[in-house]
């Protein structure tokens, strides 16, 4: 997403005022016809001392042509607009000085129209030779009131009028001058205001795409105004939204429930709502935009089963430690418990009975010495150290090691390899105790004969990727137990810690590979992916 970058550029003159120099133009020939129709009115009934016919009428024919040619040449826009403007202008105080003087002089009255030229030029110009052109009104003002002076032998002694409207167009030039500039100021402001407002509603929106809740705003009139991505996924919506779309349309559950709240709250906050959507459970937190719901509502949507999820990882993480502790704390009680059982045992006055108590106590301590190692070992699950390992000979070490530590026939347990030799980045010892607990669990729930365990690596040169596969040919796995296999202390076995599975899928997930359960058309069968590592 592209942000503006704060700042203000302004248009040039010439692009922002041509429009109202064309209404400035428009005015120009309203105010030549003007002219003419009083000139037709008033022809044969003179009211002007000193009226000139013939000036008046040739000097408004030749002010009505300029403005249409004015007007052409804005049109065109050609030349310039600052070599229009100026030219346009001192053009008017020219034809409306003769005018005056065609009219009768300073006493008709047309001077005042030198002030609406004075001031529609310095507006559009944004104050730029606005004194020049009220220096140039007043001159021009001076030298017909002289001219008339010198030509009509007329008493105009008194300078007075001549002079006021002098100052008024000095006066009027400055105060369109001060006006421009303010309002030059203030456009600059709003500028910036709009182009932080605009990086605001971007930098909000940026935000509220990235987020991993659902945004929903919704107007009083229930229209959808904003939605993120997230609402869409959750709301299962992607191909309903459109743009200013009725809340009702785009989610009808959620209209429903926020009708309910705006009539029993009263737009106030409200805590988690819990709604069901297409099997999907979401928390929902609902806020009055502004003090009341009569500005809109904000409605926040937040996955639940992800929720409990997080939950569920906070709650494992702290029964973790906790448990790691303890166990640390059981080994020395029972290792002392081991060590006096098995000096009982070596005292052979007991009676059958009484070994066959110390063998239950010494199966019992191996178990719980067991279970507090696999414990311990999954404290330690993010401490790897991996290394580059030679999988085919590691797997032949691995089996020729297991079968004979497990006591097991070496025809019960087969091994395949293939005939490449891919090397992964693994933990020795976690790949050690993986494979372990697998094949270990393999073998006691298999038929324990030929080939009842096998011990298989494929390879895709394609995808680059590995597969350890563990299966045997026992009865498999119940399929209500299918849910929670991997699950931590799960375990269909009196004797069993339920933690084999477990651990050996977060050691898994600690050298990024996955394990799997596959279902085979008998025995159980584990997948262990993982990829391959380029050794050139």
Same mark, same amino acid.
């Not at 559009?124 to 009220?134: E, K, V």
């Not at 806020?287 to 639940?304: N, R, S």
């Given at each position: 997403?592209?942000?503006?970058?704060?700042?203000?550029?302004?248009?040039?003159?010439?692009?922002?005022?041509?429009?109202?120099?064309?209404?400035?133009?428009?005015?120009?020939?309203?105010?030549?016809?003007?002219?003419?129709?009083?000139?037709?009115?008033?022809?044969?009934?003179?009211?002007?001392?000193?009226?000139?016919?013939?000036?008046?009428?040739?000097?408004?024919?030749?002010?009505?042509?300029?403005?249409?040619?004015?007007?052409?040449?804005?049109?065109?826009?050609?030349?310039?607009?600052?070599?229009?403007?100026?030219?346009?202008?001192?053009?008017?105080?020219?034809?409306?000085?003769?005018?005056?003087?065609?009219?009768?002089?300073?006493?008709?009255?047309?001077?005042?129209?030198?002030?609406?030229?004075?001031?529609?030029?310095?507006?559009?110009?944004?104050?730029?030779?606005?004194?020049?052109?009220?220096?140039?009104?007043?001159?021009?003002?001076?030298?017909?009131?002289?001219?008339?002076?010198?030509?009509?032998?007329?008493?105009?002694?008194?300078?007075?009028?001549?002079?006021?409207?002098?100052?008024?167009?000095?006066?009027?030039?400055?105060?369109?001058?001060?006006?421009?500039? @303010?309002?030059?100021?203030?456009?600059?402001?709003?500028?910036?205001?709009?182009?932080?407002?605009?990086?605001?509603?971007?930098?909000?929106?940026?935000?509220?795409?990235?987020?991993?809740?659902?945004?929903?705003?919704?107007?009083?009139?229930?229209?959808?105004?904003?939605?993120?991505?997230?609402?869409?996924?959750?709301?299962?919506?992607?191909?309903?939204? @459109?743009?200013?779309?009725?809340?009702?349309?785009?989610?009808?559950?959620?209209?429903?429930?926020?009708?309910?709240?705006?009539?029993?709250?009263?737009?106030?906050?409200?805590?988690?709502?819990?709604?069901?959507?297409? &099997?999907?459970?979401?928390?929902?937190?609902?806020?009055?935009?502004?003090?009341?719901?009569?500005?809109?509502?904000?409605?926040?949507?937040?996955?639940?089963?992800?929720?409990?999820?997080?939950?569920?990882?906070?709650?494992?993480?702290?029964?973790? @430690?906790?448990?790691?502790?303890?166990?640390?704390?059981?080994?020395?009680?029972?290792?002392?418990?081991?060590?006096?059982?098995?000096?009982? &045992?070596?005292?052979?006055?007991?009676?059958?009975?009484?070994?066959?108590?110390?063998?239950?106590?010494?199966?019992?301590?191996?178990?719980?010495?067991?279970?507090?190692?696999?414990?311990?070992?999954?404290?330690?699950?993010?401490?790897?150290?991996?290394?580059?390992?030679?999988?085919?000979?590691?797997? @032949?070490?691995?089996?020729?090691?297991?079968?004979?530590?497990?006591?097991?026939?070496?025809?019960?347990?087969?091994?395949?390899?293939?005939?490449?030799?891919?090397?992964?980045?693994?933990?020795?010892?976690?790949?050690?105790?993986?494979?372990?607990?697998? %094949?270990?669990?393999?073998?006691?729930?298999?038929?324990?004969? &030929?080939?009842?365990?096998?011990?298989?690596?494929?390879?895709?040169?394609?995808?680059?990727?590995?597969?350890?596969?563990?299966?045997?040919?026992?009865?498999?796995?119940?399929?209500?137990?299918?849910?929670?296999?991997?699950?931590?202390?799960?375990?269909?076995?009196?004797?069993?810690?339920?933690?084999?599975?477990?651990?050996?899928?977060?050691?898994?997930?600690?050298?990024?590979?996955?394990?799997?359960?596959?279902?085979?058309?008998?025995? %159980?069968?584990?997948?262990?992916?993982?990829?391959?590592?380029?050794?050139?």
């Amino acid at each position: 997403m592209k942000i503006p970058k704060l700042g203000y550029s302004p248009e040039q003159p010439d692009r922002r005022f041509w429009r109202p120099m064309a209404l400035f133009g428009g005015y120009r020939i309203i105010l030549c016809g003007i002219f003419i129709v009083s000139y037709l009115l008033l022809r044969e009934n003179r009211v002007w001392v000193n009226y000139n016919d013939t000036l008046y009428l040739s000097t408004t024919s030749a002010y009505l042509a300029f403005s249409l040619l004015a007007i052409g040449l804005i049109v065109l826009r050609t030349p310039s607009f600052r070599v229009q403007l100026s030219f346009q202008s001192l053009a008017d105080i020219g034809f409306i000085i003769v005018l005056m003087y065609a009219s009768g002089g300073i006493k008709s009255g047309l001077g005042l129209l030198l002030i609406v030229t004075i001031a529609a030029a310095s507006l559009i110009s944004q104050g730029r030779l606005a004194l020049f052109y009220a220096a140039v009104a007043s001159i021009g003002l001076l030298l017909e009131q002289s001219y008339q002076m010198l030509m009509w032998n007329e008493d105009f002694g008194d300078y007075s009028h001549a002079v006021m409207l002098s100052l008024s167009c000095f006066a009027t030039a400055w105060l369109a001058h001060s006006f421009s500039k @303010r309002a030059s100021e203030n456009e600059i402001l709003a500028s910036q205001r709009g182009i932080d407002l605009e990086n605001l509603a971007q930098v909000n929106q940026l935000i509220t795409e990235e987020m991993g809740d659902g945004v929903l705003v919704v107007d009083p009139a229930f229209i959808l105004r904003h939605r993120n991505r997230q609402a869409d996924l959750l709301l299962n919506a992607q191909d309903r939204f @459109r743009s200013n779309q009725p809340i009702a349309e785009y989610a009808p559950e959620l209209a429903n429930l926020l009708r309910h709240w705006l009539d029993n709250r009263r737009g106030k906050n409200s805590g988690a709502i819990k709604l069901n959507i297409e &099997q999907r459970a979401l928390r929902l937190k609902l806020m009055p935009v502004g003090d009341d719901h009569h500005q809109g509502t904000v409605i926040f949507i937040e996955d639940w089963s992800q929720l409990q999820t997080q939950a569920q990882q906070l709650k494992l993480a702290a029964l973790g @430690r906790l448990t790691a502790n303890i166990a640390h704390e059981i080994r020395n009680p029972l290792s002392a418990i081991s060590h006096a059982t098995q000096l009982l &045992q070596e005292d052979e006055s007991h009676d059958p009975s009484s070994q066959r108590m110390l063998q239950i106590i010494s199966d019992n301590v191996q178990r719980m010495d067991q279970m507090i190692k696999d414990v311990l070992e999954l404290n330690r699950r993010d401490r790897t150290r991996q290394q580059d390992i030679l999988l085919t000979d590691f797997l @032949r070490e691995f089996h020729d090691q297991f079968y004979q530590v497990e006591k097991i026939p070496a025809q019960g347990f087969v091994l395949d390899t293939a005939e490449s030799e891919p090397t992964i980045r693994f933990d020795h010892r976690h790949l050690h105790q993986i494979l372990w607990n697998l %094949c270990r669990n393999g073998w006691r729930h298999s038929r324990q004969g &030929q080939g009842s365990l096998t011990l298989t690596l494929r390879s895709d040169q394609q995808n680059r990727n590995l597969q350890i596969e563990i299966q045997d040919d026992g009865n498999g796995i119940a399929p209500e137990a299918l849910p929670h296999l991997f699950e931590p202390f799960f375990t269909t076995e009196s004797t069993g810690t339920g933690l084999g599975l477990y651990i050996a899928r977060e050691l898994c997930e600690a050298n990024g590979a996955t394990i799997e359960h596959v279902s085979a058309d008998h025995g %159980c069968l584990f997948i262990i992916h993982m990829k391959k590592t380029d050794t050139a």
